[in-house]
């Protein structure tokens, strides 16, 4: 019995405690402060520490695994565990943390105290989400993480009026989506305890193991599994979110206050992807092979009208709001790729983790600049390049990072993502997508540029600037905010020039979780292939065995029963 | 009391008798706007159950039903002088009994 | 000097660009911005110098040289890597070399400016990025480089980015870049899947062995992976259609204009082609199309050239048309002719924009020709540093741009005449003579104005950098035009005027580029029998002719090889000795022209231009072609992203707010029953209890 990743996850709920009770240094807003940072502070160090004992020649294995018993006679668990995925997602959280707490110093005056409560309270679901390897045990930290951000969208937000709103269809609209992911998730688990005993060692009890469940949903018919699945993205998609249930995200992003909308477009965005990833496409293999070209056509869709709404936009925190629906686009598109050799799958979860360093930085940029002018309309700023530079450095460098610039960490994301989709079987994406998709990038350039050269080139002009003291002279970052965003802009540099050990870590985990989407795509190309004529461009994959045990074996139990002429008719027209 | 009134006095007496006890409380309850009376009206209820619970107790030779008839009676009482006291508080407030003066929870 | 010291060359001009930026975070800093840049880029020049011959002759698997393996998927690895042959070392000459030349000429520029640092730190950034893309022995690689050179051109054009008009170029040149490059990427795609590698060398070698089998059917990728690249190749190298951005991107600081808009960064497109030439070669309609699009924008950009009055728009327009003839060169399979003339461009092109930013320093930033004449008296050396530029570019008799320009106009027409003669490239060699007009034309009218004539000037307006302390000793003769310091401004010129007056001398006669093409991969693979109006090929059975069958072509691309073929070389010789003369021919008739219009006659030329004022008014607001982009393209997406967000929030958003609305009216709908009066409960109660118990009796018994 491994107590670290325990002690990593319950940490920041037991260290956030000390702030609600009557304790009179926690008067201070210095004090309350320094103690946050020193909470998260530790919580990096777990994380470390999670980080070094990690074997990485075994980086698809849960690690450090353990669990506790929580309702023995429903067989739920708290089981806690790690692949290399969740070990970068969970480090992504506990690097993001204390820079958030830093950069919150100055943003949040009254309210202290409940302000860092909930902030940390919502590490601690966060964590909880990657190091879950029971899927009820997931699902409620899933959905605990709700709560500290409706707080925090609703009591510090930045508009008395619009946030309350925003909090209300935030929460609404999210945990929505999700109670039909639970509903799916029940059945998955209600469907395991109909299966015969004998078919693997949990089956027909009830489980809510992610591993049995696995096993179980590969017993599903499609239309089980399109079901199944049609659940899993109803509360996934709008986590992500997908276009079109994307609506939530921009007003949620443009009433939080900085340090939500770091949390919620560097972590809680992933929450979904991540999910797709490790339920989705293992659990429903089928149905993500039958219906991956509507996941994909929602994803460039999003990519494009998104990118072109970002154009618009007048308030900087919402262009970057709406960037993060077209980012993530290209991520999805990735997962559902399914290529060969995992290039998308891989190149996804790089893309969380780039999106999350890149984002979060802006939107860190975009508050130091709210903190300074209680604005955010570009029309009322202009050349601010010449009155802070360094500020405008580094925004400069995360727009950078943020558009997909070789040799900085976007690129790497947007490049495999889109290699992933062009590469991806016939069936399921294909080279169609990524060269849509890939307009993605031009947009974002557009975009982005857009916002550079109307706020940071041009001629000078300076709303009215409202220090903390009261005094009025525009200053440029101090060493603090310094801090704040120099972690940052190495992360994306180092990951850009060296992302090799973080790719080379994922492919394991990534390809046990894509084996059977794999499996199943590859058969029905196969049949496809030798359906019609050969096609003269390469597309067909090869047999593809993994190098590693995988940890689901696919059980179709009978997989000549999966009605793949559809698939086939549509592959057929291209 | 004669032996032939006794020997006629069968479960079903007993029964229906509770149950008119139950009616009435529930008629009164329903239909009289005094705050006061439809709380009696509400311990008539009480004192119907309790009646049944005493005949089947009796019918079945079980002590059980009666100990639980203690165990009403007391609760009752305890939940007369609660009642009594808010209904004085909601007088105090309104200057009237009518129950009709109290419906902010009307949708 | 060894040869691993190679790998070092992009890292030495990254560090001086940290450097750089440390030294923009304090003002007494600056200064050493400038000295740190130049041997951040010298430092390279000398060691490529050192290790040339080492380097040329790097054998197979050697010319490989790895530092680390940047990223790996599965089968997709790409390697942080150099790929070092001739053709590298040709390029990494220009980079570094013109490089280091134009950086010196900066720090007496762009001295005493406020972001001298910064200007230094996206210098050597840039030659970072530049050194990186010619020396990457992959695509991905190139890529990084491809897209690190758009960076830099996009902080180097929004140099002076209070200016709106810089930041809009900047905004253009980059987003205008990404069109191509989104081309390029696909490429990259679309190779992986065909050759399982992104590897220079390997896809070469293997398209090499595609090409030499008599029975390899070319597969539609390999007809598509050219035409994808290539819209790269346009979008960097500015051709049409998407060379809107380079004309604009002279906002920026002349120097850079100088290195990244002419001698090195639009280049790259030329160099990528050459470096995959047998890729190219796989599909049959790829090279003539990168053909006709040169020539066609050589003599596009040429006729804007000739109504522009601004001294940089005249140039850039030039350097698009030339880019044009690279091109050209390309496309009729000589690389060696685009290669040796992107060479002496290098020289000559950097030379006149210099040049031409020693006149807008001396005008304080007047760069409109109207406004000045004659300033020959005032800025010697100036004035005879442009003559020689102008004479390359105009392709005066052995001066560098003749001999490049003449290789690639000789080896058009071989391909056009004779027995395979196709009329495609004879008319693009013809479209090559007329720009040579064009080019002698526009280049000494804007001489013959800015030097001869009465003596003429009106000061620009430009007080950008006499507001500076450092540039106190300028205030004297603020209002007169000035001789440029000898250091370090007008040395490295003469450097540059020496290269555009012999470099193609020395090429030509010595014939070590030639030799280094022929060793390198831009060495066309074998000669294909080009058709002008294509046959119909089915579009998946291209046959690429093999060695074997068409040796004659083979003979002109391989002069060593060609001794067996002496009738087809003596063609080839006799129409090369040819079309010297008649370019020696055009450059003269063309300064001639312009010296009669220009500086003789001026008057006459009023009257010219007034007579065909339509002619002159669309020329001279180009074609109207970025209004046309900005109508067509730029507007109504526009237009689209403004109705997406009023879709978004009305009709998508509406539809949550709508579904959110069902609880609402459901809660509506079965209010009344919420009375508030206690009777109404109690009787709801009763009501429920007695059909609870009515359901009950009817399932019990």
Request: proline residues 4%; aromatic residues 12%; hydrophobic residues 50%.
């Amino acid at each position: 019995m491994d107590l670290l990743l325990i002690l990593l996850t319950v940490f920041p709920l037991v260290s956030a405690l000390p702030l609600m009770l009557p304790i009179k240094a926690f008067d201070s807003r210095k004090t309350v402060w320094s103690y946050a940072l020193l909470s998260t502070l530790v919580s990096l160090l777990f994380s470390l520490i999670v980080l070094y004992k990690f074997d990485f020649t075994n980086t698809g294995a849960m690690q450090l695994a353990t669990s506790l018993s929580w309702v023995d006679a429903f067989g739920l668990n708290f089981g806690f565990g790690i692949d290399s995925i969740s070990l970068w997602l969970v480090l992504l959280t506990t690097f993001l943390m204390p820079i958030i707490i830093l950069s919150s110093l100055t943003a949040i005056k009254t309210r202290v105290r409940e302000f860092y409560f909930w902030l940390i309270v919502l590490e601690t679901f966060m964590i909880g989400t990657f190091v879950a390897t029971d899927i009820l045990f997931f699902y409620v930290c899933f959905e605990l993480t709700l709560v500290p951000l409706y707080i925090l969208i609703g009591v510090f937000g930045s508009d008395k009026r619009k946030r309350v709103e925003a909090a209300k269809i935030f929460f609404l609209y999210t945990f929505t989506g999700s109670m039909l992911t639970f509903a799916g998730v029940m059945y998955v688990a209600w469907f395991n305890t109909m299966l015969p005993t004998h078919l693997f060692a949990a089956a027909g009890t009830w489980s809510f193991d992610i591993q049995t469940l696995y096993l179980a949903a590969a017993n599903m018919s499609l239309t089980e599994q399109s079901w199944v699945l049609g659940a899993l993205l109803a509360g996934f998609a709008v986590k992500v979110p997908l276009f079109p249930v994307h609506t939530w995200l921009p007003l949620a992003h443009t009433e939080a206050p900085t340090a939500g909308s770091v949390i919620l477009a560097g972590v809680l965005l992933k929450l979904g992807t991540y999910g797709l990833l490790r339920f989705a496409l293992p659990m429903c293999p089928q149905a993500v092979v039958e219906y991956a070209w509507l996941i994909g056509i929602f994803a460039v869709l999003g990519v494009l009208v998104t990118a072109l709404i970002c154009w618009v936009q007048t308030d900087v925190k919402k262009l970057i709001a709406y960037s993060s629906v077209s980012h993530l686009g290209f991520c999805v598109l990735g997962l559902f790729a399914l290529d060969a050799d995992n290039t998308g799958a891989v190149g996804a979860v790089m893309y969380m983790i780039n999106h999350g360093l890149s984002t979060g930085a802006l939107f860190l940029c975009i508050g130091m600049i709210y903190e300074r002018f209680h604005t955010r309309e570009m029309a009322d700023m202009s050349g601010l390049g010449r009155a802070i530079p360094a500020w405008a450095s580094f925004t400069v460098f995360f727009v950078l990072a943020s558009v997909g610039l070789p040799g900085l960490n976007g690129f790497i994301g947007e490049f495999l993502t889109l290699l992933g989709a062009f590469l991806s079987p016939a069936n399921v994406l294909g080279y169609e997508y990524a060269a849509i998709a890939g307009l993605g990038m031009i947009l974002a350039a557009i975009y982005l540029l857009y916002m550079v050269g109307k706020i940071i080139f041009g001629p000078l002009k300076v709303p009215d600037v409202h220090n903390d003291d009261g005094t009025h002279d525009l200053k440029d970052l101090n060493t603090r905010e310094i801090a704040t965003l120099l972690p940052l802009a190495a992360a994306c540099l180092i990951l850009g020039m060296l992302p090799n050990g973080m790719l080379n870590s994922l492919q394991a985990p990534v390809e046990q979780l894509t084996y059977s989407a794999k499996a199943v795509a590859t058969q029905a190309n196969d049949t496809f292939v030798t359906d019609a004529n050969a096609t003269p461009l390469r597309l067909a994959i090869d047999d593809h065995t993994p190098e590693f045990a995988p940890g689901i074996a696919p059980q179709l139990t009978d997989p000549t029963h999966a009605p793949l002429t559809k698939t086939a008719h549509r592959a057929a027209e291209r | 009391m004669p032996e032939t009134v006794m020997n006629s006095l069968t479960l079903s007496h007993f029964l229906m008798t509770g149950a008119i006890l139950f009616c009435l409380g529930l008629v009164g309850f329903i239909t009289r706007r005094n705050l006061i009376i439809m709380f009696l009206c509400t311990e008539m209820m009480f004192q119907g159950v309790v009646v049944t619970l005493v005949a089947f107790s009796r019918f079945h030779l079980n002590d059980t039903g009666q100990t639980f008839v203690i165990f009403v009676l007391t609760i009752a009482a305890a939940e007369a002088a609660l009642a009594l006291g808010l209904v004085v508080l909601l007088f105090r407030r309104k200057g009237t009994l009518d129950s009709l003066v109290w419906s902010q929870l009307s949708g | 000097m060894p040869i691993e010291l190679i790998k070092l060359i992009p890292w030495i001009p990254l560090l001086g660009a940290v450097l750089c930026a440390v030294c923009c975070m304090k003002p007494a800093w600056r200064k050493a911005a400038g000295p740190i840049s130049v041997l951040s880029i010298f430092i390279p020049f000398l060691i490529t110098c050192g290790v040339y011959s080492a380097a040329s002759g790097l054998q197979g698997d050697d010319k490989v040289q790895t530092i680390y393996q940047w990223m790996s998927v599965g089968g997709f690895s790409v390697n942080m890597g150099y790929f070092i042959d001739p053709l590298t070392m040709i390029m990494l000459f220009v980079v570094t070399g013109i490089g280091s030349l134009i950086a010196t000429y900066a720090m007496g520029y762009m001295k005493g400016e406020r972001g001298y640092a910064r200007f230094f730190m996206g210098v050597s950034l840039f030659i970072f990025a530049m050194t990186t893309l010619v020396m990457a022995d992959n695509l991905v690689l190139l890529y990084l480089g491809w897209e690190g050179v758009g960076l830099c051109s996009y902080l180097l054009i929004g140099y002076y980015y209070e200016k709106p008009e810089a930041v809009a170029a900047a905004k253009k040149a980059f987003i205008v870049n990404r069109i191509g490059d989104l081309g390029f990427a696909l490429g990259i795609f679309l190779t992986y899947m065909t050759y399982d590698t992104v590897s220079l060398s390997v896809v070469t070698s293997k398209a090499v062995a595609f090409l030499s089998d008599p029975n390899y059917i070319a597969t539609s990728a390999d007809l598509w992976i050219p035409f994808l690249l290539m819209l790269g190749a346009f979008g960097k190298s500015a051709q049409i259609p998407l060379y809107v951005w380079l004309p604009d991107a002279m906002a920026g600081p002349t120097p850079v204009s100088a290195l990244v808009h002419a001698a090195t960064m639009v280049t790259a497109g030329v160099y990528m082609i050459a470096r995959l030439i047998p890729v190219f070669q796989l599909s049959p309609y790829a090279l003539p199309t990168v053909a006709t699009i040169g020539g066609i924008t050589a003599l596009f950009a040429g006729t804007i050239a000739l109504c522009q009055y601004d001294l940089k728009k005249v140039f850039a327009y030039s350097t698009v048309s030339q880019l044009g003839y690279m091109f050209l060169g390309v496309g009729a399979l000589s690389s060696f002719g685009g290669i040796f003339h992107l060479f002496t461009h290098a020289f000559f092109k950097a030379l006149l924009f210099l040049t031409a930013g020693s006149v807008m320093h001396a005008l304080a930033g007047q760069l409109d020709l109207r406004a000045m004449s004659g300033l020959r008296k005032k800025m010697p050396v100036t004035c005879w540093l442009m003559f020689a530029g102008c004479l390359a570019l105009a392709g005066f008799p052995f001066t560098a741009g003749f001999f490049s320009k003449d290789t690639i106009l000789a080896e058009a027409m071989v391909r056009g005449t004779g027995e395979h003669g196709s009329n495609l490239y004879f008319f693009l060699a013809l479209m090559g003579l007329l720009t040579a007009l064009l080019t002698a034309f526009y280049t000494f009218r804007l001489w013959f104005r800015v030097f001869m004539g009465p003596e003429h000037f009106e000061m620009g307006d430009d007080h950008g950098h006499s507001d500076d302390d450092a540039h106190g000793d300028d205030h004297s003769h603020a209002h007169e035009p000035h001789e440029m310091p000898w250091w370090p401004m007008n040395i490295p010129l003469v450097v540059l005027a020496f290269g555009a007056i012999f470099a193609g001398m020395i090429v030509h006669w010595t014939g070590w580029m030639e030799h280094s093409i022929e060793t390198s991969t831009a060495q066309p693979a074998i000669a294909l029998n080009i058709q002008t109006d294509p046959q119909p090929t089915p579009a998946y059975e291209i046959i690429t002719v093999s060695n074997t069958t068409d040796t004659h072509d083979t003979a002109t691309e391989h002069p060593a090889a060609a001794t067996g073929h002496s009738a087809e070389h003596d063609r080839a010789h006799g129409i090369h000795i040819l079309m010297m003369w008649i370019s020696s021919f055009i450059a003269l008739l063309g300064i001639g022209l312009a010296a009669y219009f220009h500086w003789l006659n001026r008057p006459l030329t009023d009257k010219v231009a007034a007579k065909f004022g339509m002619v002159v008014e669309v020329l001279y607001n180009k074609y109207y072609i970025d209004e046309f982009y900005d109508l067509v393209i730029v507007k109504p997406l526009r237009t689209l992203g403004h109705g997406f967000y009023r879709f978004d929030q009305a009709v998508i958003h509406g539809l949550v707010i709508t579904v959110g609305y069902i609880p609402r009216l459901a809660g509506w709908s079965i209010q009344p029953t919420q009375s508030g009066k206690m009777q109404g409960y109690g009787l709801g109660m009763v009501l429920g209890v007695a059909i609870a118990a009515l359901l009950v009796f009817k399932w019990a018994f």
